[in-house]
């Protein structure tokens, strides 16, 4: 890559599952309506954006997100399954909660961020950090020297945080990573260089008590 890459990174609106902090993963969550009602205020906000091409996991929760940026900006939707969130296995559906009464010793290991534990079925921070940065390379690969917007998961956008400030898979996250926010980061051969993190400007007095169910 010759030129830099700015990506937009985006993670998808909420979700009833985000509300209740059931663990998600691959199960296909569709948005809820304050969901629906925060992509589109992401989609007025970047309405300016001079976005090249628009990347989306393939999940209900992202694609829904994705769409409402694809109309303002007339662009289609590369989807890539690699963008999807962290496979959960037999945690996916489960509330923290839950996942401690049933499973304490996974539970223990999950919230230590073992590197490479794997819940049943799923996957480990190591197999996933690889998989959604080497996704994130490859879009960014595609356009040097234009902006392009990603829009997967909480799990994503922490793997890509972590590759552009060098901060182990194993440290605990102390940033935040809300719904619908947007983030941005610079791409180039060198690897991903931080530059704005979280904004969340355009969701200012949006809550679920506005939004019609």
């Known amino acids: 890559m010759e030129q830099a890459t700015r990506l937009l990174l985006i993670r998808h609106g909420e979700t009833a599952w985000n509300r209740e902090t059931r663990i998600q993963g691959h199960t296909d969550i569709p948005l809820s309506p304050l969901g629906l009602a925060q992509a589109e205020r992401l989609a007025e906000a970047l309405a300016d954006e001079p976005l090249a091409a628009l990347y989306a996991s393939d999940l209900t929760r992202a694609r829904q997100t994705a769409e409402a940026l694809a109309r303002v900006h007339e662009l289609p939707i590369h989807f890539d399954a690699a963008l999807r969130e962290r496979a959960f296995g037999r945690f996916e559906g489960l509330s923290w909660s839950e996942?401690?009464?049933q499973f304490p010793d996974d539970a223990a290991r999950w919230r230590r961020r073992e590197?490479?534990?794997?819940?049943?079925?799923g996957e480990s921070l190591h197999q996933f950090s690889a998989r959604c940065v080497a996704a994130a390379c490859r879009a960014a690969a595609a356009h040097p020297g234009q902006?392009?917007?990603l829009v997967a998961?909480?799990?994503v956008l922490d793997c890509l945080y972590r590759a552009a400030t060098r901060v182990a898979l194993d440290a605990p996250r102390s940033w935040q990573l809300g719904n619908a926010t947007i983030n941005r980061v610079l791409a180039t051969a060198e690897g991903f260089t931080l530059v704005g993190w979280n904004d969340d400007r355009h969701l200012s007095?949006?809550?679920?008590d506005d939004i019609a169910a």
């Open 99 to 101: 996942i401690d009464a």
């Open 115 to 121: 590197p490479d534990f794997a819940v049943g079925g």
């Open 147 to 149: 902006s392009i917007a």
């Open 153 to 155: 998961h909480g799990g």
């Open 205 to 208: 007095g949006l809550s679920a």
